[in-house]
């Protein structure tokens, strides 16, 4: 998904507008995390930019993509810029101690 969104429309409602728009973009990944994985791959990872323009867009995770939108709408932005792009991903095991020792810490 790459797509340039705009926050005030004639004749919508901005709240409405808000709420669809974040539905739009968690539809999305929900229908990307749906797709099956190719071999090798344990899960969907997704590649996200956020900007007010595509030019000036900026690498994010895609936990933050829901706060940045907020923080747009609080300056009242016109518009903002969002690439959302499904890649598979393959998980790293942890080294064999770790785990040891996150355990024994919790019972202190």
């Given at each position: 998904?790459?797509?340039?969104?705009?926050?005030?429309?004639?004749?919508?409602?901005?709240?409405?507008?808000?709420?669809?728009?974040?539905?739009?973009i968690?539809?999305?990944?929900?229908?990307?995390?749906?797709?099956?994985?190719?071999?090798?791959?344990?899960?969907?990872?997704?590649?996200?930019?956020?900007?007010?323009a595509?030019?000036?867009?900026?690498?994010?995770?895609?936990?933050?993509?829901?706060?940045?939108?907020?923080?747009?709408?609080?300056?009242?932005?016109k518009?903002?810029?969002?690439?959302?792009?499904?890649?598979?991903?393959?998980?790293?095991?942890?080294?064999?101690?770790?785990?040891?020792?996150?355990?024994?810490?919790?019972?202190?």
């Amino acid at each position: 998904m790459r797509k340039t969104f705009q926050l005030q429309v004639e004749g919508k409602h901005p709240d409405r507008l808000l709420e669809a728009i974040k539905h739009e973009i968690r539809k999305y990944i929900k229908r990307e995390r749906r797709r099956v994985l190719p071999e090798g791959a344990d899960f969907w990872d997704f590649d996200c930019k956020f900007g007010a323009a595509e030019e000036s867009a900026q690498v994010v995770h895609l936990s933050a993509i829901t706060g940045l939108i907020d923080g747009v709408v609080k300056e009242t932005g016109k518009q903002f810029y969002v690439e959302v792009v499904a890649k598979p991903g393959k998980r790293t095991p942890r080294p064999a101690g770790q785990g040891a020792q996150e355990e024994s810490s919790e019972e202190d």
